[in-house]
């Protein structure tokens, strides 16, 4: 079976300062992990995705996150926040790139 | 990134009518689409899975008889919500894949009120 557990549901970080959405996983099979964000009234967008290949995985601006299988971790970070990355986050683990299971999100605050 | 639209954004119904949404890859052709649901500050929840040619896999606990969905062709999916209910009030979200072990592409999602 799989699961995500996003052990924060808000976080909030000053612009300029680094971002720590954090997401641990269960799966019976070597899984594939995703990020994805919704901005308010938009799609969700895929920041990145983990395929069995390079543990550390880097996404589309500037965000990136670590495959950590001893830990069962798959943490999304950024150096830097902006005021544009304030939106809701979603760790969705797949065993087969079809089922995709949702973490629950995590609302990212930016404050200037 | 390969891009899915959804119709309509909002709806608005009385209880007892029927919704349906639609689901669009303008870019692609998807051999897979599905369907989520995703309740006031809860994650979104896998309702179906419908592959090209083939009936729609409904997940535990969603009716297939009262969530109707089409695979019309390679770039188009709907759903229909049949006789229609407060509860069913959501917002309704389709993804489409191009191929088997590809990335799923979400559409912007479709929020339904029924009053």
């Known amino acids: 079976a799989q699961s995500v557990t996003q052990l924060d549901s808000h976080v909030s970080v000053s612009e300029g300062t680094p971002v720590l959405l954090r997401c641990n996983y269960s799966?019976?099979?070597?899984?594939?992990l995703f990020w994805y964000v919704q901005h308010p009234n938009k799609g969700l967008q895929l920041l990145l995705k983990?395929?069995?290949?390079?543990?550390l995985v880097k996404g589309i601006n500037g965000f990136e996150a670590e495959f950590k299988k001893s830990e069962t971790s798959f943490h999304l970070t950024k150096p830097s926040a902006h005021m544009s990355d304030a939106a809701e986050y979603f760790c969705v683990v797949s065993a087969n790139f079809n089922k995709f299971y949702f973490g629950s999100g995590t609302k990212l605050n930016v404050k200037p | 990134g390969a891009v899915v639209s959804q119709h309509p954004s909002r709806v608005i119904c009385k209880s007892g009518t029927s919704v349906k949404i639609e689901c669009r890859s303008l870019?692609?052709?998807?051999?897979?689409m599905f369907w989520y649901r995703q309740f006031p500050k809860q994650s979104l929840m896998l309702m179906a899975t419908?592959?090209?040619?083939?009936?729609?896999?409904?997940e535990q606990g969603v009716e297939k008889d009262k969530f109707l969905i089409n695979h019309a062709s390679l770039t188009l999916s709907t759903l229909t919500v049949t006789s229609a209910h407060p509860e069913d009030s959501s917002f309704y979200i389709c993804s489409h894949q191009a191929g088997v072990q590809e990335t799923q592409y979400f559409g912007p999602g479709t929020r339904l009120l029924v009053l």
């Open positions: 983990y395929t069995s290949a390079a543990t």
């Open positions: 419908s592959n090209e040619g083939s009936k729609a896999t409904y």
């Open positions: 870019d692609f052709q998807a051999t897979t």
């Open positions: 799966s019976s099979y070597s899984p594939s």
